[in-house]
């Protein structure tokens, strides 16, 4: 059973940090992409930060210079830091798995969502 357990939400004052974790079971952790996304209410889901089983990055442009994610394939984890905080960073922050395989016609593709945590950024 597939398991991406969210922790480090939370309330905090603008200009504050927040560390997100997910926690990963059941997938070989070290050959998925995480990625962390957010949902703000009333908005579409949006890519904030990912990383790749070879350890390259990408951000939002809205977050670049103020979020670092990073993955400790030991401990199965993925990690959000968050500094510099804003209001408009407010939304239920989720942790994705993803892993394509494809060989000549053969594609499948696993993608797997934890259950989100809430990043609430307000004075």
């Known amino acids: 059973q597939v398991q991406l357990v969210e922790s480090g939400g939370g309330l905090v004052q603008p200009g504050g940090s927040l560390r997100l974790s997910c926690a990963v079971s059941?997938?070989?952790?070290?050959?998925?992409?995480m990625g962390w996304y957010r949902q703000a209410p009333g908005k579409q889901r949006e890519l904030v930060a990912a990383?790749?089983?070879?350890?390259?990055?990408n951000y939002a442009d809205s977050v670049k210079g103020r979020f670092t994610i990073s993955r400790d394939n030991a401990k199965n984890t993925v990690y959000l830091q968050m500094n510099s905080l804003k209001p408009e960073d407010t939304a239920v922050y989720y942790c994705?798995?993803?892993?394509?395989?494809?060989?000549?016609?053969?594609?499948?593709?696993?993608?797997?969502w934890g259950q989100g945590t809430q990043v609430t950024v307000s004075s």
């Open positions: 994705n798995a993803d892993l394509q395989i494809q060989s000549g016609s053969y594609y499948k593709r696993n993608d797997h």
């Open positions: 059941g997938i070989i952790f070290s050959m998925y992409s």
């Open positions: 990383i790749t089983s070879g350890g390259s990055t």
